[in-house]
Structures are given as C-alpha cells and as structure tokens.
C-alpha cells in the first residue's frame, strides 16, 4: 500500500506565508503527476497546483504568482510555498498523487489517484 503525509498547515495573518510538504511513502513503484487541491467549507474541492514528473507546472489562476509548487522525485515529496496570502485562501489543503504501487506478490497495480489526509490552512485578515 502506500501512503501521503502532509505538513506544514496553520494559521498565519493575510500576507503572510505558509509552506506545505508532502511525502509518498509505502511499496511505490513510480509517481506521476503530484499536486495540490484545496477544499473551503460549502464548496467544491479545486486544484491548487501540479507538477509532472519531469517538472512542468500548472496553476489555478488565483494562486498563480502567489504560490510556488516543487517536487523531489528522488524523496516521493511535493511542497507548495503560499506567500501573499489572502483570507480566499482558507481551506483545507490536500495532497495527491498518481501512483503505480507494487504489492507482495510482484503485482503492479495502477496508475490511481492517492489523497492525504489534508492539513487546514486559515488566513486571517
């Protein structure tokens, strides 16, 4: 099986800047694209940013400029740097990945989106 642990959430005032990690773990056999949605109370989950694997990026038009996504394909770890951040920006933020994973027997299963637990980001204003 195999796992995503997030970091790095809290509160912090508008303006400000929070650093989000994330790490796979478990029997991967490859990632492809990681990312990062975000999901406020009443609304819908929505992407934040994403990364492939060899490093292209792709922002929401609200966090562009503002947020900066990076992955380490040699640590199974995708980070998201918020700064300028604005009270729109609360929500609970969770990481994905899309992940082949191999089991005991040698069975490759996959690819299949994997989720974090999500870790709650408020901006104060």
């Known amino acids: 099986q195999a796992h995503l642990v997030e970091s790095g959430g809290g509160l912090v005032q508008a303006g400000g800047s929070l650093r989000l990690s994330c790490e796979a773990s478990?029997?991967?056999?490859?990632?492809?694209?990681m990312g990062w949605y975000r999901q406020a109370p009443g609304q819908q989950r929505e992407l934040v940013a994403s990364?492939?694997?060899?490093?292209?990026?792709t922002y929401a038009d609200s966090t562009e400029g503002r947020f900066t996504i990076t992955r380490d394909n040699a640590k199974n770890t995708v980070n998201l740097q918020m700064d300028s951040l604005k009270p729109e920006d609360s929500a609970v933020y969770y990481c994905?990945?899309?992940?082949?994973?191999?089991?005991?027997?040698?069975?490759?299963?996959?690819?299949?989106?994997?989720w974090g637990q999500g870790t709650e980001v408020t901006v104060s204003s």
């Open positions: 994905n990945a899309l992940l082949i994973v191999v089991y005991n027997n040698g069975t490759v299963k996959g690819p299949k989106d994997y």
């Open positions: 478990g029997s991967i056999f490859s990632i492809g694209n």
């Open positions: 990364v492939s694997r060899g490093g292209q990026t």
